[in-house]
């Protein structure tokens, strides 16, 4: 959620500078393209992390792991999609 509404304020900024467009909308849309490369990216590292501990012989460990790795994909898909429609109510 920082990272999309940090990129938001840089866009809007740099919108304002060039003399563009400082709509919401053509702003967000920016800001998300550039958020979304940096959060996949975290968001994908941590997943891989915790799905790692899958293989693990300790089934509290197992559990652990394959949770926080669900909660990792269900997290990145909840900023990206709601989050940002309840922005653009």
């Known amino acids: 959620v920082f990272v999309i ?5 840089q866009e809007k900024a740099e919108a304002e500078t060039e003399g563009q467009s ?4 053509s702003v967000m849309a920016h800001a998300v393209q550039h958020a979304a490369k940096a959060c996949l990216c975290t968001s ?4 891989f992390a915790f799905a790692s ?6 089934p509290c ?3 652990f792991g394959i949770f926080c790795a669900c909660l990792i994909v269900s997290n990145f898909l909840a900023d990206f999609s709601l989050f ?6």
């Open 5 to 9: 509404q940090g990129a938001y304020y």
């Open 22 to 25: 400082t709509r919401f909308r």
């Open 44 to 47: 994908m590292t941590t997943f």
């Open 53 to 58: 501990n899958a293989s693990s012989n300790f």
């Open 61 to 63: 460990i197992r559990t």
């Open 84 to 89: 940002l429609a309840i922005l653009c109510l």
